[in-house]
Structure formats: C-alpha cells, structure tokens
C-alpha cells in the first residue's frame, strides 16, 4: 500500500502514482506605509495541496475504473483522511481536480496507456483533532502532523 484516501488505496493494482508534489502556502498580507516598506502580518496557514501523477497501463495496474472510483469519491466533495503507507497521517484533504490523457488504443477503443493527475486540497475539520490525538503514538504520523519534530545530529542523522 502506497497511500489511501479514505477508504481508497492507492497501490499497484489500483492507482499507482508516480509522482507526489506538495505545495504549502502561509499567508502575509501586505499593508503599504507611507515613506516606508509594506508592513506584513503573518496570519497562519494558507493553502496546502498535493498533487498526485502517474501512468496506468490497464493490463498490470488499474484502469478507467478506477479513476472513476475517485470521482465518485470527488462527487461527494467531502474531506477524506490521507494517510501515507508509513503511517504518516497528512490531514483531511479534498479531491478538486483530476485529468485523464488516454494513448495507444485497442481496436475496441479501450487505452493501453493512461496518464492521470489528481489534485487534493487540505481542508481540515473538527475530526482531525481525534485523528491527531490517535496519530501521536506513531512517530512517522506524528511528524507528519507537525507534533514531532526531529532534531538533526552534527552529522546530518536524525536524533530521536
């Protein structure tokens, strides 16, 4: 198991991404001062998505199918649970966007090659504050929650 969201595992047989990118936003609103450089006020965490890319090739991994899986799951536009294989728990995420580019077909229409993106969106509710309390008695979903922070040793390891 890579990942699930929710109750959706991302595997090889499933949904194999071959690509995460995360990108976290804060916010600093600017406030322009007469003779002088704008002044900012850190206002707290902005924006956080993850972006999940890969290709499917229906005859080893999932196919059409399970795309349409995770747009059932969008459809419902609810926030589900993201966690890593590791354990690493990210928060409750949103599904806002996926694409699809079908290539070298079959007679009958039906793709060999699938290239797919899914973007998620952080949106966090009052249920994570229990997944978060759960979570701390797993130091990789506890690091991943931001409630442990591993301290780097002279030589670059990490100290627990």
Do not use: C
């Not at 795309?67 to 409750?92: C, H, N, Q, T």
């Amino acid at each position: 198991m890579m990942m699930t969201l929710g109750m959706f595992v991302f595997e090889v047989k499933s949904l194999p991404y071959q690509q995460l990118q995360r990108s976290t936003q804060w916010r600093h609103p600017s406030q322009n001062r007469t003779g002088q450089r704008p002044a900012y006020q850190y206002l707290g965490p902005g924006e956080d998505r993850i972006t999940l890319s890969g290709t499917l090739m229906p005859e080893i991994t999932g196919g059409r199918v399970t795309l349409d899986d995770v747009r059932i799951m969008a459809d419902e536009g609810k926030a589900w649970p993201l966690i890593e294989g590791s354990g690493r728990v990210y928060g409750f995420w949103s599904i806002t966007d996926i694409q699809e580019t079908s290539t070298v077909f079959f007679r009958d229409g039906v793709p060999q090659k699938i290239d797919f993106t899914i973007q998620l969106v952080r949106v966090d509710d009052a249920d994570f504050q229990s997944l978060r309390d759960r979570a701390a008695t797993n130091r990789d979903a506890a690091v991943g929650l931001g409630l442990y922070s591993p301290r780097r040793s002279n030589g670059g390891g990490l100290i627990a």
